[in-house]
């Protein structure tokens, strides 16, 4: 099983990206994506479910960033849009064989397979 992420750069603030996780091996039951800061702790930031696609989304994140996911390229997607400097962090999408309730989405111990990483810069 392997987590890829990618599509992360550098962007002027109000810019938009978009991130991809591309997920080998299998099909899982919760998708996430998490960030961390520089000094700071990883936080949650948006995740879906499989089986119904509902999704749960960071208040600080709510109305700019979209979690989706493409079954045929079993990837999942997340779209940034009106990115500040706050948002500047390494991305981490996360996998869950479960299909987490919504409430325990933004946990990260809920998540079993996690990616390596991709770092979005957001300048000024």
């Known amino acids: 099983v392997q987590l890829q992420a990618s599509g992360g750069g550098l962007v002027q603030a109000g810019g938009s990206l978009r991130l991809s996780c591309a997920a080998s091996g299998r099909t899982f039951g919760t998708y996430a994506w998490f960030r961390q800061a520089p000094g700071k702790e990883r936080e949650f930031v948006a995740a879906?479910?499989?089986?119904?696609?509902?999704?749960n989304y960071a208040a600080s994140v709510k109305g700019r960033f979209t979690i989706s996911r493409d079954n045929a390229k079993s990837t999942v997607y997340l779209q940034m849009n009106s990115l500040g400097v706050e948002d500047t962090a390494v991305y981490y999408c996360?996998?869950?064989?479960?299909?987490?309730?919504?409430?325990?989405?933004?946990?990260?111990?809920?998540?079993?397979?996690w990616g390596q990483g991709t770092e979005v810069t957001v300048s000024s």
């Open positions: 879906i479910r499989s089986s119904d696609r509902n999704t």
């Open positions: 996360a996998a869950a064989s479960q299909t987490w309730i919504i409430g325990a989405m933004p946990r990260s111990n809920s998540y079993n397979y």
